[in-house]
T-cell receptor, first 117, second 112 residues
Framework: DTEVTQTPKHLVMGMTNKKSLKCEQH?????MYWYKQKAKKPPELMFV???????INESVPSRFSPECPNSSLLNLHLHALQPEDSALYLC????????????????FGPGTRLTVL | GQNIDQPTEMTATEGAIVQINCTYQTSGFNGLFWYQQHAGEAPTFLSY????GLEEKGRFSSFLSRSKGYSYLLLKELQMKDSASYLCAVRPSTDSWGKLQFGAGTQVVVTP
């Protein structure tokens, strides 16, 4: 299994809703990432988990709350979002959190397209 | 600050060659990646350069010059399925192995 899966594919939510995005990989990767991508813009890193521990938070607002329940799963909990948070949310994983193994390229999931009304 | 530049869009005909340039100015350098992203799909890894020179992988080649802060992705024998966005991404330093700084992407349109 060489893919990263994300659910749901599409999500529409109101500003008072609470929802979660889910990401899963079964490649034995020990680093997992959340990115936000707006239309015609590059992906922007939000969070990095290394060995199930949060290692990088790129000053993301607290209305986004990541969680890594185990080495295969990554969640992003959403609460009180704003319309400007509408974007494609990409999850990625890579083999080696210390960057010692080969390219350590990131494998991306297909993303969740989020619309906040 | 970090700056990665690549052209917004390029158009080429089937069977032709297209070269996508990427220039970067980052605080440190520990490798450059090229990803392909079809509309509505995940970015997929194409190539990695950390030393100067050319890396060839079938129809795709990638070149790096660290002294010039420059890379290019060369796509040969273009096929319609190559129509996609191509993202240049730099890993700024060994201290931030997890961070990739992405360019805005180059939309390649292949015409019959």
């Amino acid at each position: 299994d060489t893919e990263v899966t994300q659910t749901p594919k599409h999500l529409v939510m109101g500003m008072t809703n609470k929802k979660s995005l889910k990401c899963e990989q079964h490649m034995g990767h020990r680093a997992m990432y959340w990115y936000k991508q707006k239309a015609k813009k590059p992906p922007e890193l939000m969070f990095v988990y290394s060995y199930e521990k949060l290692s990088i938070n790129e000053s993301v607002p607290s209305r986004f709350s990541p969680e890594c329940p185990n080495s295969s799963l990554l969640n992003l909990h959403l609460h009180a979002l704003q319309p400007e948070d509408s974007a494609l949310y990409l999850c990625a994983s890579s083999q080696d959190p210390e960057g010692l193994a080969g390219y350590n390229e990131q494998f991306f999931g297909p993303g969740t397209r989020l619309t906040v009304l | 600050g970090q700056n990665i530049d690549q052209p917004t869009e390029m158009t080429a005909t089937e069977g032709a060659i297209v070269q996508i340039n990427c220039t970067y100015q980052t605080s440190g350098f520990n490798g450059l990646f090229w990803y392909q992203q079809h509309a509505g799909e995940a970015p997929t890894f194409l190539s990695y350069n950390v030393l100067d020179g050319l890396e060839e992988k079938g129809r795709f080649s990638s070149f790096l010059s660290r002294s010039k802060g420059y890379s290019y992705l060369l796509l040969k024998e273009l096929q319609m399925k190559d129509s996609a966005s191509y993202l240049c991404a730099v890993r700024p330093s060994t201290d931030s192995w997890g961070k990739l700084q992405f360019g805005a992407g180059t939309q390649v349109v292949v015409t019959p």
